[in-house]
T-cell receptor, first 115, second 115 residues
């Protein structure tokens, strides 16, 4: 069964460093998303991406965040200068075009630890 | 503004008992979608079901059933004859037609099934 894959599964970084979280969405999907889940809290929407541009972003997604689809398969989330409060599980998701576009399939997540 | 409330933070049941997870939502949209996702100990988010606001038919899938009532803005999830493998955090989520497909999650209910 096709799935969303995320790498790495765990990323440890120093405060102030840049990190790139990588995702390979399901191959025929056209909508892509990033969410985050701070430990023990709910899953929060960060950004959605369609047709090579951001569709919507939340208040959390400030100037230190950016997303990119550098080729036909990868979808990345970059955090320019990490802060302690960026420590969280980051989930990538994707969905098809059409009536099922809001059924999002999630990857296993990348746990980001900022020290 | 949209909101999803899962008042039950943690539930423990003994194997083979039935359990109902509550979800109450708020939205101003007339067209919206409700979801349940499962997050097992391995951490990924697994899609379980989507209902749209015009379809109040209850749904049954094996041991899982869902009760959608617009009159009380609730979308409750029942597991019949629970099993240890059902132990997970369950999230209810809302997507509005006016939005860009992003999901608003509740805070989740941690279900522990005791053998």
């Amino acid at each position: 069964e096709p799935e969303v894959t995320q790498t790495p599964s765990h990323q440890v970084t120093q405060m102030g460093q840049e990190v790139i979280l990588r995702c390979v969405p399901i191959s025929n999907h056209l909508y892509f998303y990033w969410y985050r889940q701070i430990l023990g809290q709910k899953v929060e929407f960060l950004v959605s991406f369609y047709n090579n541009e951001i569709s919507e972003k939340s208040e959390i997604f400030d100037d230190q965040f950016s997303v990119e689809r550098p080729d036909g398969s990868n979808f990345t989330l970059k955090i320019r200068s990490t802060k302690l409060e960026d420590s969280a599980m980051y989930f990538c998701a994707s969905s098809v075009y059409g009536r099922d576009k809001n059924i999002q399939y999630f990857g296993a997540g990348t746990r980001l630890s900022v020290l | 503004a949209q909101k999803v409330t899962q008042a039950q933070t943690e539930i423990s049941v003994v194997e083979k008992e039935d359990v109902t997870l509550d979800c109450v939502y708020e939205t101003r949209d007339t067209t919206y979608y409700l979801f349940w996702y499962k997050q097992p100990p391995s951490g990924e988010l697994v899609f379980l079901i989507r209902r749209n606001s015009f379809d109040e038919q209850n749904e049954i899938s094996g041991r899982y059933s869902w009760n959608f009532q617009k009159s009380t803005s609730s979308f409750n999830f029942t597991i019949t004859a629970s099993q240890v493998v059902d132990s997970a955090v369950y999230f209810c989520a809302l997507s509005e037609e006016s939005g860009a497909n992003n999901l608003f999650f509740g805070t989740g209910t941690r279900l522990t099934v005791i053998p």
